[in-house]
């Protein structure tokens, strides 16, 4: 009885699997469906079958697409692995300054990217932002770079932006990670007379390696759906050089009222994602080493 | 001195891992400078947001935009509550409390049966579960937003709280099942002995042990909700169904060049994470991570 499945048991599973069941699973497999249609959504769709996915994948929309999203995910991998790491290690040191410094790192994380992203693009302003003006203060550049405007610099902004916006997170995963290491090791370092910088690659980062892995995987998963921040700073563009997939697909099927071609981006997006996961999961051990911490 | 290691290693359990720095001012110097540059990249925009919201419209076109005002003033907060910012925030509470509610309810429920029974299944509606945590939002709001349309639900608050619960279960049933797998199984043996059922073992026994993590998955859960903008830009339009995130958006478009009003709308939309930062830091912190560091 008590492992077994009672009349009570099922209905508890109701209020989840129903909620699931229609506003996910089955959305996820209506936008299979949706991706061989000719459709604005308002009058009668027509089944074209694969048409939508030959033309996105032949105008090279969606390699563009995945060829952007694959830039956010490395770029923002590379920007905030490294400060995170320091970062986290920085703030579990004992010294007080440390701490109060951290009262601020983490100001970040209170504010939505729609917030962040408002307010940084007045800080880039090319007309009255401050980036500019210390800028020109200290005599570098005329004043008035337009940084979210030019597709040169658009995309490595928005993925500083990203960077700056997600790094507090990195850091308290960090810092939570540094706190369990047990500081016998260090002891038994400092009694062998190893100096600061090796006890930090011979003893903090091996012991991160978890760590590590659990920040890089959400940092790649999430960079699948960093849409707001883009949508408010540079709305995909200039032209498309900052349209990564889940910009593409907003503007395909909302904008332009592509239901199919939007519904190709989606999967693709879905398709993404799942590989994404097995990949990691596969590679990493990310659940073998949830299970691990579960017994501590 | 070898014959105590286990007095060594108690001794030294207080301090911290960065203890050895100690011992080496100068490197501790150059690792507090780059800290400090840090403190200046993260938190000036921060500054920026607070002082330019205590700013004049004349005063932040004419005044020295890196320095606070001389003259701080609150009429932009004054500006933004008056342009509708109460009902704003009303309907933000409303959509996030009731998510929030609604997770977290129907996913300890299912937490619960997952971990109590055998039944293979159930064992595959788990992993169905978690392969949702894999789907992003983004891959699904194509159909989601027909699906309001056709249920007559676009442009309500409903139609925003109930695929963004769908969407909130994955990683909250994630981490209460393993959250409740933890309890030893002889707290519910006893339980069962006294003849207790499954709803008055899941009140009077898990729920009860579950507070730390009920807390934490729904300070995460309330912040995705609280900060969702996906949803309600393709759900809603209408002033009546404005939350925050649109609120913002929507300033912007009708306030372009009044930077002061704009950041005093930010401020006012994290007001909640502000305030359980100011009083409940630690609290915040673990719900922010939600299941992802232990």
Redesign the interface.
Known sequence: M?????W??WT??I???V??L???????L??VY?SGLQWN?ISNPQWIGLANWSQVLANGEAVRAILLTIEVMIGSWIIQTP?SL??G??L????K??SF?G??????????????G???S??LNPN?G?VN??LQGIGLGGGSQNWLGLPGTAMIVVIILIS?QF???HT??YQ?????????L??A??IDG???WH?FFFI?LPQLKY?LI?STV?IL?GS??Y??LI??LTDGGPGTSTSV??MD??QQ??VNQN?GV??VL??I??LA??I???VLLRTTGFTRM?SQ??G? | MNAMPEVQTKMHTKRSPGFSLRRHPWYNVVFSLLGFIWLIFSFYPIFYMLMTSLRSQQGFLTGIPWMPSAHPTIENFVTVLQAGFGQFFLNSVVVSVSSVILIVGSSLLSAYVIVRSKNKFIRLVFNVFLVGLAIPIQAAIIPIYIMITKMGLYDTLLGLILPSVAFGLPLTLLILVNFVRDIPNELYESMGLEGAGDFTILFRLVMPLSIPSIVSVSIYDFIQSWNNFLFPLVLTQSTQTRVLPMAIVSFQGQYTMNVPVLMAAVILSALPLILAYVFGRRYLLKGLLAGFGK
């Open positions: 008590q492992s077994g499945m009672t009570q048991r508890m599973m209020p989840a699997a909620f699931f229609i506003f996910a699973l089955i959305p996820m209506i936008a949706y959504g400060i320091l970062l290690v920085f579990a040191g004992p010294q300054h440390r410094f009262l601020f790192y983490f100001l970040p994380l209170l504010f939505s990217s729609v917030a962040v408002v307010t940084w007045y800080i009255f401050i003006s210390i700056w790094i507090p997170f308290l995963l939570g990670g540094v706190k369990q290491i047990p500081d016998s260090y002891e370092a400092h190893a100096k600061p006890t903090t760590t659990s959400l998963t699948l759906t849409f707001d949508y408010v997939l889940a697909m907003y099927a909302f239901i939007g519904s989606a999967v997006l879905a994602g799942i994404l996961s097995i949830e911490l579960e501590m």
